[in-house]
RNA sequence: AGGACGAUAGCUCAAUUGCGAUGAGCAUCUGCCUUACAAGCAGAAGGAUGCGGGUUCGAAUCCCGCUCGUCCUACCA
């Protein structure tokens, strides 16, 4: 590793693990506890610990990462905390199918061993996910990596619960829940996912006593109508006002009170709906207003229970059209009509949730809500970017109660237990003895809490509270929430409640909200549409590098990501550049060079290094402004632009004559001074977003020491615009003899002779002191410079504002081709200045536009008319030849 | 049903706070293995910024309506 010379092409993948290795081992992720420096922290979004890296971990990584390593580079104290969420349902299922594949099930197995069996899994596969996030580069603070299950975590669980529990914001009670029939248990509101699906809507007549006539309802699941306690009406409807007190409910052959309710409205089907109090969220409500029974007839599993009556032991979908069947038999189905509307998944297995009555806990949100809501509005928490903010109040707002309870095993157990005498005991440390009557045949609550509930404690729990630790004084609140909009409400929303309610303070003073990375086609990727990408495949073709550069370049605000690799080959070329930019460099500097150019001087400054300081200088300022706002695609694109297209396309060709040539060896010595300066500060500042390729150019280049992560945030040298202003002439003649050269199709490797006109004087200066860059790069025989004169003869030309381009082509090119070229120039500039003209010749531009903006238009007007009379000059002169 | 976002070069996308439609990658065409790079270099071509109004001296950008997409939220049986 001493040697300063590259390999010919960059070969990611032993660099990448190399450097990734020497960065834990040197512990450059590690935050303190306390430190003089400002404190800057992130929380990781805790991935499952049954995931894998997906997409959607990569650019959220991704991006945490840039924002950490930069301001790990500006001189903050970095924590990022690492961790995994313990994923309640999902981590149970993978352990199900497990035991499933030997033929088991976990009530064969037993509450405790099949706890004991995921933790088993968990230490096995749990850190899969860790490890592929370190090979996005991901600089967390590993050493402090938590877990939603962890010990700590698990009492600020119990310790919430119960402040909550003792607040009166925790409740228990019999409601509708969403239930999933596969999981077995109850999920909250947001975890059920609506999906249209083609169903019929089934009228059904509900007889009167006396058998005849009767009401007609409407319903999309018939089989519900089994455990029927009343059909209403609305009160107001006219149709009803006479009507009967009770009908017969078909098939059970009960009859049932026809009641009156607002809620019926009255233009859905005939105006008569079927009231199912435990099976339906609405008529729950209808049935506690007027005291109906509850019947539930589909039981846990989705199967008839024994209220369902002949249909017992039913599943619940061929109970649906047993029960169709039936009434077709009796006459009492009306008739069917397709109909399409939402029906509830559970977002875990996709299984048909059904609405059931069950005994659950609750977190009551209102009132934590409204701390929420004022911190955002009153900016203490920013949501970036903003519009955002409204999709949050919309749902804060209309925040209904949190169902927590599951009935699952794999989670954190609610700290409650009831007595055989019936008393409910809420505490921290498992009671021994009934208070109220000092039995101690105490039951625990079965019960585990939502994944959510740990996961909303994450930015303090993580940082040891209920402890008051330093790493909480130093770290909360953290600085920002990077995430996706998919989690704003399940997560965000709750950390925000939590985080005010126990903490006192906002859990972040940021929250950045990303894209959605979806396919090509703009499509949620998904394992059944068979349209994933998988990160770990992109990252063998192309490098981490290429992959995290085209991750941030695509992360434009409030635009969701359409993933495409050719994108990634492009930034993977990109790094290659890079590459041999530096491979290009290092051969000029040797040690010696560095030492003795470790200042630079600015009298032997040349123009090109006044230039790529200056560019150098906008592009730090830039691209820091644009990490510091959160537009990670601005700042991937500042450094693409400025490392391509002006260090390498300009720069390094401009410093080659310097470099290679004969101008003493002061100036060579300040040009590499100035070259090893740039380059090591643009490696710094790409490194945050290409961390491999930075890390391992730095250690060739000469005079550094230690790890690109410690370096110094490069100092601007400040913008010059007289600067770029004169290099801007050298470019435009430059690229005017080329575009001649394309044009006319001359060969490259023909020399040319070439005139340069200009009435300029220090234009001409200017010219005649980088005379060998312009004949180097524009590859020419002789130049001359002059003041406008004599038109050369036989000449293509080029016109720039300062200057006239003559490039004599007696027998070398087709007079009638450049007729045509300069003809075109003429069209081009012709229309721009009647666009010009049109403007100045509005006086409403005149009179209202600022004056500024007027004068430029008028010298732009000038200077187009001078190069029109140029080019026209020219025009005629070569007609004249042809 | 309510809401959000999108529609710009053949494709994928950028364009601070309104000021010549400014631009990138890929694809296309032309010429080059020119002493870091063919994963490259130098050029070229390509656009009434979805449609219709309005505000403005001036609109891709601000406002209203429409069309087409995508996504969220929602208890109409």
């Known amino acids: 590793m001493s040697s300063n010379t590259l390999k010919k092409g960059y070969e990611p993948h032993d660099v990448e693990k190399r450097w990734y ?23 990781i979004p805790p991935p499952n610990v049954t995931g894998v890296l ?39 299922n993978v352990v199900e199918k497990k035991l499933a594949a030997d033929g088991l099930d976990r009530h064969q197995v037993g509450r405790e061993k099949f706890v004991a069996a995921v933790w088993e899994w968990r230490k096995e596969y749990g850190s899969a996910i860790i490890n592929q996030l370190k090979r996005l580069g991901a600089s967390c603070d590993w050493e402090r990596e938590r877990f939603t299950m962890d010990e700590g975590l698990s009492l600020a669980v119990r310790k919430v619960f119960i402040r909550l529990y003792e607040e009166g914001l925790i409740y228990r009670g019999s409601y509708i829940i969403n239930w999933c029939p596969r999981c077995n248990t109850a999920l909250a509101d947001l975890e059920v996912e609506h999906e249209d699906l083609d169903g019929h809507l089934w009228h059904i007549r509900y007889p009167f006593e006396d058998g005849k006539g009767g009401l007609i309802v409407a319903t999309t699941r018939p089989e519900t109508m089994l455990g029927d306690t009343a059909v209403a009406v609305n009160p107001d409807d006219e149709r009803y006002a006479d009507t009967a007190d009770r009908v017969i409910l078909p098939l059970m052959n009960r009859t049932i009170p026809v009641i009156k309710d607002k809620y019926v409205d009255t233009a859905f089907g005939t105006g008569a709906l079927k ?10 409500e209808i049935g506690k207003r007027h005291n109906l029974e509850t019947v539930k007839v589909i039981g846990d599993t989705g ?18 059209d047993a029960v169709v069947e039936a009434l077709k038999k009796e006459g009492l189905l009306e008739s069917v009509e397709p109909y399409s509307h939402g029906v509830g998944h559970c977002y875990r297995c996709k299984t048909i949730v059904e609405p059931n009555l069950s005994d659950q806990w609750f977190v009551s949100v209102k009132p934590l809500a409204e701390k929420a809501i004022t911190a955002v509005e009153n900016g203490t928490t920013k949501i970036i970017p903003e519009n955002w903010k409204k999709t949050y109040f919309e749902w804060m707002y209309n925040i209904r109660d949190w169902c927590i309870s599951r009935q699952i095993w794999w989670g954190h157990q609610i700290p409650a237990w009831t007595c055989r005498c019936g008393e409910l005991i809420v505490s921290a ?23 959510w509930f740990s996961s909303a404690l994450w930015p303090f729990s993580t940082m040891g509270w209920p402890e008051q630790t330093p790493l909480l004084k130093t770290f909360y609140p953290t600085s920002v929430l990077v995430t996706g909009f998919d989690i704003l409400f399940f997560w965000v929303a709750r950390m925000m409640m939590m985080g005010l309610h126990f903490m006192d303070d906002v859990p972040f003073s940021d929250v950045y909200v990303h894209a959605l990375v979806r396919d090509e086609n703009g499509e949620k990727m998904s ?7 998988d990160p770990l495949t992109v990252i063998e073709k192309y490098g981490t590098d290429a992959f995290r550069l085209t991750l941030a370049a695509f992360a434009a605000q409030g635009r969701d990501i359409k993933m495409s690799e050719k994108r990634v080959e492009g930034y993977m070329h990109f790094i ?28 032997n400054l040349s123009l090109p290094d006044r230039w790529i300081m200056s560019r150098f200088s906008r592009t730090v300022e830039t691209a820091s402004l644009a990490i510091d706002e959160y537009r990670f695609n601005d700042a991937a694109s500042t450094l693409y632009n400025f490392v391509w297209h002006e260090f390498c396309d300009w720069y390094l060709e401009a410093a080659k004559p310097v470099l290679y040539g004969d101008f003493g060896e002061e100036k060579k010595g300040t040009s590499k001074a100035v070259l090893e300066k740039v380059l090591t500060g643009t490696l710094v500042l790409l490194h945050p977003f290409i961390p491999f390729i930075t890390e391992e150019i730095w250690h060739k280049m000469p005079g550094t020491i230690g790890s690109i992560m410690k370096a110094d945030f490069p100092e601007s040298f400040g913008n010059d615009p007289d600067v770029e202003k004169r290099m801007a002439l050298l470019t435009g003649i430059i690229t005017g003899v080329r575009n001649i050269r394309g044009e006319m199709n001359i060969s490259p490797s023909f020399s040319l002779d070439v005139i340069v006109q200009s009435s300029d004087e220090s234009a001409r200066q200017t010219i005649k002191e980088n005379e060998d860059i312009i004949v180097n790069l524009a590859r020419l025989k002789s130049l ?11 000449s293509a030309t080029a016109v720039t504002d300062t200057a006239t381009i003559f490039v004599p082509l007696e027998g070398i090119i087709d007079f009638a081709k450049e007729v045509k070229r300069l003809e075109k120039e003429i069209g081009k500039i012709s229309g721009e200045l009647k666009g010009v003209k049109k403007k100045l010749g509005n006086d409403g531009f005149l009179n209202k536009a600022p004056e500024h903006v007027v004068e430029k238009v008028r010298e732009k007007e000038s200077a187009l008319v001078k190069r029109q009379e140029k080019i026209q000059a020219n025009l005629d002169k070569v007609k004249s030849m042809l």
Request: hydrophobic content about 35%; charged content about 25%.
């Open 21 to 43: 290795d020497f960065w834990e081992q040197e512990q450059l992720f590690s935050a303190a506890d306390k430190s003089p420096k400002d404190s800057y922290s992130i929380v």
């Open 784 to 794: 001359s410079i002059e003041p406008p004169g004599e038109k050369p003869k036989s």
């Open 303 to 320: 199967i008839m229970t024994s209220e369902a009556g002949k249909f017992e032991g039913l599943d619940r979908f061929a109970c649906r």
């Open 527 to 533: 394992k059944s549409k068979g349209n994933v990408i």
């Open 429 to 451: 440390d498992d009671p021994t003895a009934c208070p109220a009557c000092g039995s101690d045949d105490l039951t625990q609550d079965t019960d585990v809490l939502d994944t």
């Open 54 to 92: 997906h997409m959607g971990h990569a650019l959220n990584i991704t991006l945490q990462d840039i924002l950490c390593r930069f301001r790990r580079l500006k001189g903050d104290n970095v924590l990022w905390m690492p961790g995994t969420d313990h994923a309640g349902i999902a981590t149970q």
């Open 576 to 603: 290659n550049k890079i590459w041999n930019a530096a491979r290009f460099s290092l051969m000029h500097l040797d040690n010696e060079a560095a030492e003795d150019s470790a200042e630079i001087n600015p009298d």
């Open 275 to 284: 009231v199912t109090p435990a099976h339906d969220p609405n008529d729950f």
